[in-house]
Nanobody
Framework: QVQLVESGGGLVQPGGSLRLSCAVS????????MGWFRQAPGKEREFVAR????????AYADSVKGRFTISRDSIKNTAYLQMNSLKPEDTAVYYC????????WGQGTQVTVSS
């Protein structure tokens, strides 16, 4: 059974940085992509970033372009989200998603940006 475990969330001041990690355990046949989504209180879950596994091609939501960077380590089966210049509106629960023959979600990690 595939499991995704996120880590790295926390409380940070505006302008600060955090790095989220998403570690994959269990058997995956062929990872197509991994991505990050977020959900703020009272809002729908939204796309943040995605990276293809074979070619490491990234894609970002307009709201995070230039501030967030997604990467992956294919040996460690781990995806990362480096978040810089954080804003209060980045506050949300961040979820990792893996796509191979089906989709899998992590349990989420809280990111709070506040002074």
């Amino acid at each position: 059974q595939v499991q995704l475990v996120e880590s790295g969330g926390g409380l940070v001041q505006p302008g600060g940085s955090l790095r989220l990690s998403c570690a994959v355990s269990g058997r995956t046949f062929s990872i197509s992509s991994m991505g990050w989504f977020r959900q703020a209180p009272g809002k729908e879950r939204e796309f943040v970033a995605r990276i293809t596994w074979s070619g490491s091609v990234p894609a970002y939501a307009d709201s995070v372009k230039g501030r967030f960077t997604i990467s992956r380590d294919s040996i460690k089966n781990t995806a990362y989200l480096q978040m810089n210049s954080l804003k209060p509106e980045d506050t949300a629960v961040y979820y990792c998603k893996l796509v191979d023959s089906q989709s899998y979600w992590g349990q989420g990690t809280q990111v709070t940006v506040s002074s």
